[in-house]
Structure formats: C-alpha cells, structure tokens
T-cell receptor, first 114, second 109 residues
Framework: DTEVTQTPKHLVMGMTNKKSLKCEQHMGHRAMYWYKQKAKKPPELMFVYSYEKLSINESVPSRFSPECPNSSLLNLHLHALQPEDSALYLC?????????????FGPGTRLTVT | EDKVVQSPLSLVVHEGDTVTLNCSYEVTNFRSLLWYKQEKKAPTFLFMLTSSGIEKKSGRLSSILDKKELFSILNITATQTGDSAVYLCAGTTGNQFYFGTGTSLTVIP
C-alpha cells in the first residue's frame, strides 16, 4: 500500500479566511513533505518534516504554517493568502531503504484564493 | 547548486512509436533517481534507480541509470494515447528531492 490521502480535494478561500489542508499516510514513513505546484511547472518544495520535526523550510512566507501532530498526519494552515498562492498543493511521504529514497504523492488539494 | 535537467521539453509522437526521455543531474550526495508520470493530477511514482546499469522495467516502460555520466533515460515502447502526460524525474539526497521541469509527451492516435 502506497497511499497518501489529502483533504479537501478543492478549496476556494478569500484573502481574509483561515483554512487548513490535511494529509495522512499509514505506511510508517517518517518523512513528509508539502509541495506547491503551479500549472506547467514541477513541484516546488515548501516544507519537510522528518521524524515529526521540521527539517526544511524553503523560505516559505509565514502565511503558510505547517504542523505535524504525529508521524501519520501533516497539516498546512493557511491565513491571509494572496491570489498568487492559488495552486495545487501536494503532500508526499518518503521511505528510505537500503536501495534509496522513494517518495509518494497524495492526490493534492487544488486551492483557489479569491 | 543541485539541479536536474530534462530533455526534450516536449515531444509529439504517433501511437506505436518508441520514445526516449532524458534526465541529467548534478546532485550532491546523490542517493537515487526517481521517475514520475503526471497527468491532470498528482505525480504517480514509476521507478526508483540507485545502481548504474541495472534496468528497471514495468510493462512497456523501462529506465536505466548511468552514475558515471550522471544521467538516466526513460523508454516507452509501443506508445499509446494513455501515455500522454508530463514525465518528471527527480534526484534525491537524504530528505531533498530535486525535480526537473518535465517532458510533456503527447501521443497522437
């Protein structure tokens, strides 16, 4: 089983709203990721959690706030977003074994900021 | 600076053709190279490659890694319209995944 789930699938929010994106995996992976993807562009790394601790923050604006409540869950809290933040937000988890790293993506949340 | 470069940027072929997609990488402390297929949704994992010269196959898709020359290729034989997608490769090291810009493949019936 290589399933990563994300909710909601679609989200429309105003610039003054507060919302959260949720991600869940039950594969025992200890690293989880948030990516942002704009149309016709590759995924752009935002945050990495490793063993439930934030290990990478790619200079993401503070209006995006990640949270990792436990090893299976990852949230992304959104506040005071701008229209240019509209994108596909992808969660992923990574397994590392003796061969290398495999990373599996969730289906994404398509966010529109109005 | 770590980077991954894919070529060509886009490709249009007819059904039944064979295509080769290229991925070159410069990744410090390189661990593995991943290939993904992305249609109008999230990327789907295809292959992970860590060892040079060992081909990975899945149906009509195959991939190989050359760690000396720092590149990988993805081959698709007997292409079908369902193969139309963007193909992404990523070089990984520890926690980081460096994505190329992708190759957009269109298969015409």
């Amino acid at each position: 089983d290589t399933e990563v789930t994300q909710t909601p699938k679609h989200l429309v929010m105003g610039m003054t709203n507060k919302k959260s994106l949720k991600c869940e995996q039950h594969m025992g992976h200890r690293a989880m990721y948030w990516y942002k993807q704009k149309a016709k562009k590759p995924p752009e790394l935002m945050f990495v959690y490793s063993y439930e601790k934030l290990s990478i923050n790619e200079s993401v604006p503070s209006r995006f706030s990640p949270e990792c409540p436990n090893s299976s869950l990852l949230n992304l809290h959104l506040h005071a977003l701008q229209p240019e933040d509209s994108a596909l937000y992808l969660c992923a988890s990574r397994v590392r074994d003796s061969e290398g790293n495999e990373q599996y993506f969730g289906p994404g949340t398509r966010l529109t900021v109005t | 600076e770590d980077k991954v470069v894919q070529s060509p940027l886009s490709l249009v072929v007819h059904e039944g053709d064979t295509v080769t997609l290229n991925c070159s990488y410069e990744v410090t402390n390189f661990r593995s190279l991943l290939w993904y297929k992305q249609e109008k949704k999230a990327p789907t994992f295809l292959f992970m490659l860590t060892s040079s010269g060992i081909e990975k196959k899945s149906g009509r898709l195959s991939s190989i890694l050359d760690k000396k020359e720092l590149f990988s290729i993805l081959n698709i034989t007997a292409t079908q319209t369902g193969d139309s997608a963007v193909y992404l490769c990523a070089g990984t090291t520890g926690n980081q995944f460096y994505f190329g810009t992708g190759t957009s493949l269109t298969v015409i019936p």
